[in-house]
């Protein structure tokens, strides 16, 4: 097996809003903001080399929507899909499965592309089989008012249309790995129904890729929860369960939305669980 970080394109979000009732004097040691408030923000996706399988973790974005959509999150960099793919010899039809954490549309808009004529959607890998699971696109092809912004129809139902969506099973334990695709899977509900953090046995250690679970290398402290989520109050004992796990098992945390924390460690202190060690994905992976 081998794992590669795949970076898709870096953004900006508002800072009070991805540290929630977090006060700016406090994240903003952690997470800088700029004039406007906004914080640098990845879409670090993750693709993992198994036998003969290519598993493409999140997608990111995308690039099919309005000028008018990119220009409220601030794109920055120059990271793409295919440029990120192209540096460890892939292409996009190689990718046998693309797992999605959950839909929203940072997570999952690279997985449609508009098709040559441009006047309507395909999926952007051919040859993949989509993965979700049953309950959380329920929830996402449904969406509740205040999630009906991140759940757009021409990132999802494409999927579906194309005959390449598949739900994966649920493991009966927490951790428990997945039948479908060979890696423990961790539901959690605080940030949005049942999304999913794989955790990946890679050598002598596991890799969790952390999706909105934490975010940042700054969100580590339990109550600093997103003001995205739909469930604070239970992002908190999700975060301490995953988080003591992590501490215990010295599990390598990949943060999906960092920009500068690529992948990092944690540990048990008085305060709670904190950071350890950061490190770069080519020290790891």
Excluded at 247 to 276: F, M, P, W
């Amino acid at each position: 097996m081998k794992l590669y970080p795949i970076e898709t394109g870096n953004f900006k979000l508002d800072g009070g809003a991805m540290f929630g009732v977090v006060p700016k004097t406090i994240w903003n040691k952690t997470n800088p903001a700029d004039e406007n408030n906004l914080i640098d923000i990845a879409a670090r996706c993750l693709l993992i080399e198994d036998g003969n399988r290519l598993i493409l973790i999140d997608t990111g974005m995308g690039n099919k929507q309005s000028d008018k959509f990119f220009g409220y999150y601030s794109l920055w960099g120059t990271h793409s899909m295919d440029k990120s793919l192209a540096k460890y010899g892939f292409h996009r039809d190689d990718i046998t499965d693309v797992f999605m954490t959950h839909l929203h549309f940072d997570h999952c808009g690279g997985s449609v592309q508009w098709n040559k004529e441009k006047t309507g959607y395909e999926p952007a890998f051919k040859n993949a089989k989509f993965w979700s699971n049953s309950n959380h696109w329920e929830w996402a092809t449904k969406p509740n008012n205040r999630e009906k912004a991140s759940f757009l129809s021409e990132n999802i139902l494409p999927m579906q249309e194309s005959g390449q969506l598949n739900f994966i099973s649920k493991p009966e334990s927490d951790f428990g790995i997945s039948n479908e695709l060979g890696f423990g899977i961790f539901y959690v509900d605080g940030h949005t129904e049942k999304m999913m953090i794989p955790h990946i046995k890679y050598q002598d250690k596991t890799i969790v890729f952390c999706a909105d679970l934490i975010p940042t290398a700054g969100h580590l402290p339990l109550p600093y929860v997103m003001g995205y989520d739909t469930r604070p109050l239970l992002t908190m004992p999700e975060k301490s369960k995953f988080l003591s796990a992590a501490a215990d098992n010295s599990y390598y945390l990949l943060l999906e939305h960092d920009a500068h924390n690529q992948i990092i460690t944690v540990e048990q202190t008085e305060k709670g669980v904190r950071l350890k060690e950061v490190f770069r994905c080519e020290e790891i992976l």
